[in-house]
């Protein structure tokens, strides 16, 4: 018997989709690559309940939850999506799998330079709300437009606007300065906003559409997860880039309702 509902991407959104789907009681394989966004970072922040919490411990307590009610989880990556005559084909590394319904929670890619890299989310960071708080009052360097360095004021009055970043300076393991052009400002933080990539080529190849945010084109929903092409949904980051955990696991709920009404409709 296929499945149901396959979920690309066990991040937040997927596995709270999971959740929901699974307690629903309809069979549900999520297919994850395990490589959410924030894994960088050694604290997830404003998860209500849980701030502070390891991003994977998250993602380890959401997965017990979703085996719990016989949820069916994979680590591998999905390779190819098509639609077929009632469906769709999923195809990961080393089988095809087939569902009815499809949730993209693919998450997205933030660009960073190689010479940021290996202090990102730590103390160079895009999120002032999420990691903010950790570096207040010290001395915090905002690359970025004008708004977001008005923005990180909120958390520190010794704030430096650098309209390049072509070095940074770390000692004892921890960020020290930062090189833009020939000057060297001291700083304890980086805000850095890097470009970032939806991972939605699958999504785009079945048709979906997208619509401008300020970011660049993202797939369209409904607001519920709902995508253009009837029975294949997205939440998270994948559609929404503004989505912290807190939402993009809400998102992940919401879009699991809707599945799960759907199929209920189709059912007849
Ligand atoms: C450094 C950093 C720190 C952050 N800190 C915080 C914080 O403290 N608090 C907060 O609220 N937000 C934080 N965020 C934002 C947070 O990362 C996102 O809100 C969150 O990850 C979005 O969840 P998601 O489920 O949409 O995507 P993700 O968590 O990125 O999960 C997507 C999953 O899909 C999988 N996947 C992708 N493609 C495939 C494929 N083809 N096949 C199989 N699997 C696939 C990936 O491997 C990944 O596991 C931070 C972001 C960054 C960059």
């Given at each position: 018997?296929?499945?149901?509902?396959?979920?690309?991407?066990?991040?937040?959104?997927?596995?709270?989709?999971?959740?929901?789907?699974?307690?629903?009681?309809?069979?549900?394989?999520?297919?994850?690559?395990?490589?959410?966004?924030?894994?960088?970072?050694?604290?997830?922040?404003?998860?209500?309940?849980?701030?502070?919490?390891?991003?994977?411990?998250?993602?380890?307590?959401?997965?017990?939850?979703?085996?719990?009610?016989?949820?069916?989880?994979?680590?591998?990556?999905?390779?190819?999506?098509?639609?077929?005559?009632?469906?769709?084909?999923?195809?990961?590394?080393?089988?095809?799998?087939?569902?009815?319904?499809?949730?993209?929670?693919?998450?997205?890619?933030?660009?960073?330079?190689?010479?940021?890299?290996?202090?990102?989310?730590?103390?160079?960071?895009?999120?002032?709300?999420?990691?903010?708080?950790?570096?207040?009052?010290?001395?915090?360097?905002?690359?970025?437009?004008?708004?977001?360095?008005?923005?990180?004021?909120?958390?520190?009055?010794?704030?430096?606007?650098?309209?390049?970043?072509?070095?940074?300076?770390?000692?004892?393991?921890?960020?020290?300065?930062?090189?833009?052009?020939?000057?060297?400002?001291?700083?304890?933080?980086?805000?850095?906003?890097?470009?970032?990539?939806?991972?939605?080529?699958?999504?785009?190849?079945?048709?979906?559409?997208?619509?401008?945010?300020?970011?660049?084109?993202?797939?369209?929903?409904?607001?519920?997860?709902?995508?253009?092409?009837?029975?294949?949904?997205?939440?998270?980051?994948?559609?929404?880039?503004?989505?912290?955990?807190?939402?993009?696991?809400?998102?992940?709920?919401?879009?699991?309702?809707m599945i799960?009404m759907d199929l209920?409709t189709?059912?007849?």
């Amino acid at each position: 018997m296929g499945h149901e509902v396959v979920i690309i991407g066990g991040g937040a959104a997927g596995l709270s989709a999971a959740l929901v789907l699974t307690r629903a009681r309809r069979r549900v394989l999520v297919v994850d690559g395990a490589e959410p966004r924030n894994k960088p970072a050694a604290h997830m922040h404003n998860y209500l309940s849980r701030d502070g919490l390891s991003p994977l411990d998250l993602l380890k307590h959401g997965r017990a939850e979703v085996e719990g009610y016989g949820g069916e989880i994979v680590n591998d990556t999905v390779t190819r999506v098509t639609k077929t005559d009632d469906g769709f084909a999923v195809e990961l590394s080393e089988r095809t799998v087939h569902a009815q319904r499809l949730l993209f929670a693919t998450g997205l890619v933030d660009e960073v330079p190689d010479h940021l890299r290996e202090r990102w989310g730590r103390d160079v960071f895009s999120c002032p709300y999420c990691h903010g708080y950790e570096v207040r009052d010290q001395k915090l360097a905002v690359f970025g437009e004008e708004m977001k360095v008005a923005l990180v004021r909120q958390w520190s009055d010794d704030v430096t606007h650098v309209p390049s970043v072509d070095g940074i300076e770390v000692e004892d393991d921890r960020l020290v300065a930062v090189i833009s052009g020939s000057d060297r400002i001291p700083a304890d933080a980086l805000v850095y906003s890097a470009p970032v990539k939806p991972r939605d080529e699958f999504l785009l190849a079945l048709g979906a559409e997208t619509e401008k945010t300020p970011v660049g084109p993202f797939v369209r929903t409904d607001g519920k997860g709902r995508t253009s092409v009837p029975g294949v949904y997205a939440a998270g980051n994948v559609t929404d880039p503004a989505a912290i955990v807190i939402v993009a696991a809400a998102q992940g709920a919401q879009a699991a309702g809707m599945i799960n009404m759907d199929l209920v409709t189709a059912a007849g």
